[in-house]
T-cell receptor, first 114, second 116 residues
């Protein structure tokens, strides 16, 4: 079946540090890949996405590249801010496969300290 | 505009109450979703409506009753809930692709439900 594995948190970084959150997936076919962010007390916001191999999604200084050969979609940011403290979810959905659902990883909590 | 709105933001109800959660989107999306999220967990899918018809029900107890009155609105009717139903309830919407539901889902801010 389809699944997403992401690094367990919490991850604690100092402001301006480099961030990597690892995400790997298992899926048949060619899924679309997503990173969602959930700030404290809020819903999920789409952070970025990629729909085919070698695509790079980017937004707000965050980037992730769809790597088919390593089945990965790692999230990176060069310099984190306190305002980036949130829970980050990696997710996938299979295209052209009927009513298959969005599959989430377990989430990674990021805390950035000043 | 990629906004999904949900009301109310917070809801406290007793186990004998009847209440409803509401969700609205004006992006022209024809698929709408209800998710339940417990603390420190990812969202769990409850229901999916595609073209206003229920297409997925993930074995949700009958005390949760979804309704999709039109393509922009989605309701979740609650009756005789249990304390373990306390959670954040998220609504989402997406386009429907020719091959199924495989398009980007946009989420609302959620309703924080507490059952006493």
């Amino acid at each position: 079946g389809n699944s997403v594995t992401q690094m367990e948190g919490p991850v604690t970084l100092s402001e301006e540090a480099f961030l990597t959150i690892n995400c790997t997936y298992t899926a048949t076919g060619y899924p679309s890949l997503f990173w969602y962010v959930q700030y404290p007390g809020e819903g999920l916001q789409l952070l970025l996405k990629a729909t085919k191999a070698d695509d790079k999604g980017s937004n707000k200084g965050f980037e992730a590249t769809y790597r088919k050969e390593t089945t990965s979609f790692h999230l990176e940011k060069g310099s984190v801010q306190v305002s980036d403290s949130a829970v980050y979810f990696c997710a996938l959905i299979r295209r052209n496969s009927g009513n298959t659902p969005l599959v989430f990883g377990k989430g990674t909590r990021l805390s950035v300290i000043a | 505009d990629t906004e999904v709105t949900q009301t109310p933001k917070h809801l406290v109800m007793g186990m004998t109450n009847k209440k409803s959660l509401k969700c609205e989107q004006h992006m022209g999306h024809r698929a709408m979703y209800w998710y339940k999220q417990k603390a420190k967990k990812p969202p769990e899918l409850m229901f999916v409506y595609s073209y206003e018809k229920l297409s997925i029900n993930e074995s949700v107890p009958s005390r949760f009753s979804p309704e999709c009155p039109n393509s922009s609105l989605l309701n979740l009717h609650l009756h005789a809930l249990q304390p373990e139903d306390s959670a954040l309830y998220l609504c989402a919407s997406s386009q429907v692709e020719a091959g199924g539901l495989g398009d980007t889902q946009y989420f609302g801010p959620g309703t924080r439900l507490t059952v006493l």
